[in-house]
């Protein structure tokens, strides 16, 4: 996030929880946990300023963003690098979901903005309140490491993104039906992708190519 007594939060409140369960790599307001099948991602993402200029937030405010980077997705960019570690951003990730603040520190009916005052005075508060929420947060991550487990938490919507009426439901699901072996589901869901939209083609076509039948 770039401010020193934010980032002095995120040293003293966060990191140490994160590093506890396993995040090795961070650079500025975001963290990242490799594992075998893909990376793990914990971002705090500074409000841009369009959204300053509309609710009226201070500009220090931030959202909370998790997501997950899988390896049974194929790629659409390459991610850069952080310490020679592959470092997804959020938008990169396949599933991301977005942490609310509690009621009490909505912003004028925004859920989604953690509110950093302007002259820092409830830094301690909001960081301890952030801290709190991953901390119940974090096992969400879990079944995400497992493609079947994955596969089944995506097929109803909840609070992780995609959900069923999404396109990149499809991909996704699609992708890690195959790396469960289910491959009844990922068949039709790809060939759906395929039919309607014009983007990746020839890697929808090669991967319905390599299924069982």
Not at 100 to 127: C, K, M, Q
Not at 163 to 170: M, Q
């Amino acid at each position: 996030m770039h401010h020193r007594p934010l980032d002095r939060e995120l040293a003293e409140r966060v990191w140490p929880l994160l590093r506890e369960r396993g995040f090795g790599v961070f650079d500025g307001g975001t963290a990242w946990r490799h594992w075998a099948g893909g990376i793990d991602v914990v971002s705090f993402a500074p409000v841009d300023p369009l959204a300053v200029a509309v609710y009226g937030c201070p500009a220090r405010s931030f959202f909370l963003d998790l997501g997950v980077h899988l390896d049974a997705v194929p790629d659409r960019s390459f991610p850069d690098s952080v310490e020679g570690r592959r470092a997804p951003r959020i938008a990169e990730c396949h599933v991301t979901r977005r942490l609310p603040p509690a009621r009490r520190r909505t912003f004028r009916g925004e859920t989604r903005i953690w509110v950093v005052e302007d002259d820092g005075s409830n830094l301690g508060p909001v960081f301890g309140d952030a801290a709190s929420k991953l901390r119940r947060a974090l096992p969400g991550f879990e079944r995400f490491h497992d493609p079947g487990r994955a596969l089944d938490a995506l097929a109803r919507a909840g609070r992780w993104h995609p959900r069923p009426a999404e396109e990149e439901w499809l991909e996704v699901t699609g992708y890690l039906a195959i790396a469960a072996g289910r491959y009844e589901i990922a068949r039709p869901r790809l060939e759906r992708l395929l039919a309607e939209t014009g983007e990746r083609r020839g890697r929808l076509r090669r991967a319905l190519e390599m299924l069982p039948r």
